[in-house]
């Protein structure tokens, strides 16, 4: 049978991996930053454990969702603020002028002529300020599926673990 920490790393394993395949398949991993920081340890003390995920910050808002000034929704109550400085942080970083030009995305001016990716990136942060971040539920839906069956397992290998402690403390040969 498995011991408390392999069906912990396992539990693990298993949410990091289908997080990973639904930030991929639901289109949000252009840079792979996402994606490579999904992490987790596990820790098991003689009577208790710890099991922590990590991610980069950006990976919350992407989970749960953001709503916008006009519109949109949050599952953690995140929300632009009419006063936040999306537009600035795009100026200064780039970030969204990277990915319209990643994509192939760019504006055009009445004449038809195409705009430039900076223009479009500021597009795209006004957008998402009003708008808001749609919650693609990424980390939380694989962790609620993986935790159903988990319940059982970890009984189990705690159990086993709990009577082998009582054999060693009642010293019993078995």
Do not use: C
């Amino acid at each position: 049978m498995n011991s408390v920490e392999d069906v912990l790393n396992e539990f693990k394993a298993r949410v990091i991996q289908q997080a990973r395949t639904r930030l991929t398949k639901g289109g949000k991993n252009h840079t792979k930053e996402l994606y490579d920081s999904i992490s987790g340890t596990v820790t098991v003390y003689p009577n208790s454990f710890s099991l922590e995920f990590y991610m980069s910050p950006y990976g919350v808002f992407q989970d749960r969702g953001v709503k916008g000034t006009d519109s949109g929704r949050s599952l953690s109550g995140f929300s632009y603020k009419p006063s936040s400085n999306l537009v600035g942080v795009e100026y200064h970083t780039g970030a969204l002028s990277k990915w319209a030009k990643f994509r192939g995305i760019r504006p055009r001016d009445k004449k038809g002529r195409f705009g430039s990716y900076r223009t479009m990136g500021y597009i795209l942060a006004n957008s998402i300020k009003k708008k808001g971040i749609k919650p693609s539920l990424f980390f939380t839906k694989p962790f609620e599926e993986a935790f159903k069956d988990v319940d059982n397992e970890l009984i189990e290998a705690y159990g086993l673990t709990v009577e082998g402690l009582l054999n060693e403390a009642l010293n019993i040969k078995t």
